[in-house]
């Protein structure tokens, strides 16, 4: 290799980098749109009274798994929120909800087409896999620094990292679902003479919900993992009271605000599965 | 008889090195060879055949003989290799995208093997599909779904789901679906063959019933000979992609083209598609306008026959005579065969199974005649023809 000298991979990125810097006005508009995007949620959330999200979060789990066991998830929900409330986290949290749903929302409006046009183009399959696996592998802070370049310090960047780590899952699992449509059902749509747009609409999506939906469950959780990542970039929320915590050396502060991360995982991840859950 | 579908030189291959294989193929390659020196299978080879408007064609072979290849050319789920197929007249090989979407929509329907019913959608919304699809108004697409599923005997289970159906209600939808839509051709691939004995036979006649009523053009594929005969108009042999005889079943049954139809239908229940005409012989007979009783006499002799058939001058049945009666009659002088003349003698239309026959044909010590609607005589059935035609024997007429 010496004998070679090595690639100047990193300058190449760099003044890619560089180059890219030149639209500011372009990237300056994308982090506005975000920032609409995740403001407008915060607003929700900051608009009701703690008692209220409660009671809000409670009945959509009732609503939603209205022919499931639900009760003793319901307990756990009420129990952990008073107890995030009660440790003084509830805006974290609240932050912590915006920047999962933002960056899962993203990853959805992205990934689920992405997903559709892999399955229906082989050719489109063979290149985005290995984007996937690179989004996925690539470790954070490679594209923090960049992220940080481009959109600044605050949610935005934060929420980009986490659309990039998070999103793989939903486009994977949207191809998967579209793919595992047994071929005679869509031999059966062909033959009465649906267009393509007929057969997405009508037969795959619907036959692959449950699929893409357990994606779009990974998508969330992946984003959850990313808080305290996000935090070192200005993402506030729960992250941020661990990150805080880790350099105070508050071993205690951090667990709390671990556990505040954990419950919210497991609402999540409890309401998304239900999803699936549901028959027909 | 209108054609409705019309399948010229009709191939197709499967495979990499399709000029290769077809080369071969006109030298008269079979389909083992062309798979070991090139790769490519041989679907289906150089079909021709027409069918008519309102008839229920049949297709038979063995697994793999490329049955299913030759019905999904007719609506193009499959590209031919070569030769086109016609249906009303329209090239379906040259359609473009939309006009062949627009055939499908308007024309022809499909039953499957495994039902092929989607699952997330209700059984009323299953047989709406086909309407949905053309986005004919809601009510309408209720209206004619809810007639379609009455005609199967299906009414009552509108909001189950498929899952819920046991398997020969889930193909009423199959057919239901099919038939919503007013598509004037079905095309039916092996859409009895999934089902249990007992159902399967159920379809069968809801088909033959709902084919009385409708009068559809529809393609049967089968592996099933028995149910083959059953159904079909006419029904056409393949294997390894070729024709081997297209006929009517009892044509296929009496003159079978080749040993390997010979051997496709050996087995088979005969009795249930043979029918008088099948394997009645031709009946000695006299003009009662023409003949007296000498010659009536003279004509049994000379055939060494006991009895003769009396016809008049239409050729309608007016009894029969035995020679005893008919030699007392001489030496009495009479010139009217009318006197000795029987008449209770059973009876049988020409086209009647043997099946309803059966029994009473053995009882009966006389043989039956076969006449037509018009009451003229066509034969008789001699007992021996009926079981030499059950056992698969030419029958000599
Ligand atoms: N998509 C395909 N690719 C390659 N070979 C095929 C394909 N479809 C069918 N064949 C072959 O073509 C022949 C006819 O198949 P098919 O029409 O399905 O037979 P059948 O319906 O009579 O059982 C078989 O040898 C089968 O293996
Ligand atoms: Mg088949």
């Known amino acids: 290799m010496g004998s070679i000298g090595a690639l100047p991979l990193a300058d190449w990125v760099n003044s890619g980098v560089d180059w890219l810097s030149q639209f500011t006005g372009f990237f300056n508009s994308i982090t506005a749109f975000f920032q609409a995007i995740i403001d407008a949620i915060q607003w929700v959330f900051d608009l009701l009274p703690e008692w209220l999200f409660?009671?809000?979060?409670?009945?959509?789990?009732?609503?939603?798994?209205?022919?499931?066991?639900?009760?003793?998830?319901?307990?756990?929900?009420?129990?952990?929120?008073?107890?995030i409330w009660n440790l003084g986290f509830w805006r974290d949290m609240t932050q912590?909800?915006?920047?999962?749903?933002?960056s899962s929302l993203i990853a959805i409006v992205i990934g689920i087409p992405l997903g559709i046009?892999?399955?229906?183009?082989?050719?489109?399959?063979?290149?985005?896999?290995?984007?996937?696996?690179?989004?996925?592998?690539?470790p954070a802070?490679?594209?923090?620094?960049?992220?940080?370049?481009?959109?600044?310090?605050?949610?935005?960047?934060?929420?980009?990292?986490?659309?990039?780590?998070?999103?793989?899952?939903?486009?994977?699992?949207?191809?998967?679902?579209?793919?595992?449509?047994?071929e005679d059902l869509i031999e059966a749509a062909d033959s009465f003479g649906s267009t393509s747009w007929q057969k997405l609409i009508?037969?795959?999506?619907?036959?692959?919900?449950?699929?893409?939906?357990?994606?779009?469950?990974?998508?969330?959780?992946?984003?959850?993992?990313?808080?305290?990542?996000?935090?070192?970039?200005?993402?506030?929320?729960?992250?941020?009271?661990?990150?805080?915590?880790?350099?105070?050396?508050?071993?205690?502060?951090?667990?709390?605000?671990?556990?505040?991360?954990?419950?919210?995982?497991?609402?999540?991840?409890?309401?998304?599965?239900?999803?699936?859950?549901?028959?027909? | 008889m209108t054609e409705k579908v019309k399948v010229t030189n009709l191939t197709k291959i499967f495979g990499k090195q399709i000029p290769q294989a077809k080369?071969?193929?006109?030298?008269?390659?079979?389909?083992?060879?062309?798979?070991?020196?090139?790769?490519?299978?041989?679907?289906?080879?150089?079909?021709?055949?027409?069918?008519?408007?309102?008839?229920?064609?049949?297709?038979?072979?063995?697994?793999?003989?490329?049955?299913?290849?030759?019905?999904?050319?007719?609506?193009?789920?499959?590209?031919?290799t070569d030769g086109d197929v016609e249906i009303d007249g329209q090239k379906v090989m040259q359609l473009s995208k939309e006009e062949l979407r627009k055939l499908r929509q308007d024309k022809i329907g499909m039953v499957f093997q495994n039902f092929a019913l989607f699952p997330h959608l209700t059984v009323l919304q299953n047989a709406e599909y086909g309407l949905a699809l053309k986005k004919v108004d809601s009510s309408t697409q209720e209206k004619k779904a809810k007639e379609a599923l009455d005609l199967v005997g299906l009414n009552g289970y509108d909001q189950q789901y498929p899952d819920q159906l046991s398997g020969g209600m889930q193909q009423r939808v199959g057919l239901a679906r099919a038939l919503a839509n007013d598509a004037e051709?079905?095309?039916?691939?092996?859409?009895?063959?999934?089902?249990?004995?007992?159902?399967?036979?159920?379809?069968?006649?809801?088909?033959?019933?709902?084919?009385?009523?409708?009068?559809?053009?529809?393609?049967?594929?089968?592996?099933d000979l028995n149910e083959a005969l059953k159904l079909g108009d006419r029904i056409l042999i393949m294997r390894d992609g070729n024709i081997e005889q297209i006929g009517e079943p009892e044509e296929i049954l009496t003159h079978p083209a080749n040993d390997y139809v010979e051997r496709f239908i050996e087995g088979v229940d005969r009795t249930r598609v043979l029918t008088a005409s099948s394997v009645m012989?031709?009946?000695?007979?006299?003009?009662?306008?023409?003949?007296?009783?000498?010659?009536?006499?003279?004509?049994?002799?000379?055939?060494?026959?006991?009895?003769?058939?009396?016809?008049?001058?239409?050729?309608?049945?007016?009894?029969?005579?035995?020679?005893?009666?008919?030699?007392?009659?001489?030496?009495?002088?009479?010139?009217?065969?009318?006197?000795?003349?029987?008449?209770?003698?059973?009876?049988?239309?020409?086209?009647?199974?043997?099946?309803?026959?059966?029994?009473?044909?053995?009882?009966?010590?006389?043989?039956?005649?076969?006449?037509?609607?018009?009451?003229?005589?066509?034969?008789?059935i001699l007992r021996g023809a009926v079981l030499a035609a059950i056992s698969g024997e030419e029958v000599n007429a």
């Open chain 1, 54 to 83: 409660i009671i809000v979060i409670l009945a959509f789990t009732y609503w939603i798994k209205r022919d499931q066991k639900k009760l003793g998830f319901m307990i756990f929900e009420a129990l952990g929120l008073l107890l």
């Open chain 1, 96 to 102: 912590t909800l915006t920047l999962v749903l933002s």
């Open chain 1, 117 to 138: 046009w892999m399955a229906k183009s082989s050719k489109a399959e063979v290149v985005i896999k290995p984007i996937l696996d690179f989004m996925q592998t690539l």
């Open chain 1, 141 to 182: 802070f490679v594209y923090l620094i960049p992220a940080v370049a481009f959109f600044g310090i605050g949610m935005v960047p934060g929420v980009l990292a986490s659309v990039i780590f998070a999103m793989p899952p939903t486009v994977r699992m949207t191809n998967l679902g579209i793919r595992q449509v047994p």
């Open chain 1, 202 to 280: 009508g037969l795959q999506l619907p036959m692959a919900k449950n699929t893409i939906m357990s994606g779009v469950n990974q998508t969330m959780m992946l984003g959850l993992s990313m808080v305290v990542i996000a935090s070192m970039i200005g993402a506030l929320g729960l992250g941020t009271q661990v990150y805080f915590a880790v350099g105070r050396n508050d071993a205690g502060a951090g667990f709390a605000a671990g556990i505040a991360v954990v419950i919210v995982a497991i609402i999540l991840d409890r309401i998304t599965q239900s999803f699936n859950k549901t028959s027909h």
């Open chain 2, 23 to 80: 080369k071969l193929l006109s030298e008269g390659k079979d389909k083992k060879e062309i798979l070991a020196q090139t790769g490519c299978t041989v679907g289906v080879n150089q079909a021709n055949f027409t069918i008519n408007e309102g008839e229920l064609f049949v297709i038979m072979g063995l697994s793999g003989s490329g049955k299913s290849t030759i019905i999904r050319m007719i609506n193009r789920l499959i590209n031919s």
């Open chain 2, 185 to 223: 051709i079905l095309l039916m691939d092996e859409a009895f063959s999934a089902l249990d004995p007992l159902y399967r036979k159920e379809m069968q006649d809801l088909l033959l019933q709902i084919q009385e009523k409708m009068h559809k053009t529809i393609i049967f594929i089968g592996h």
């Open chain 2, 281 to 380: 012989t031709k009946a000695h007979v006299i003009n009662i306008a023409k003949a007296g009783p000498r010659v009536a006499l003279r004509r049994m002799r000379d055939n060494d026959i006991s009895s003769i058939y009396v016809v008049d001058n239409e050729n309608k049945f007016v009894g029969f005579a035995d020679a005893h009666d008919v030699s007392d009659l001489i030496k009495q002088g009479s010139k009217d065969l009318r006197s000795v003349l029987k008449t209770d003698v059973p009876k049988t239309l020409a086209d009647t199974p043997i099946n309803d026959l059966i029994n009473d044909i053995s009882k009966t010590p006389i043989p039956y005649i076969v006449v037509d609607e018009e009451d003229h005589l066509q034969g008789i």
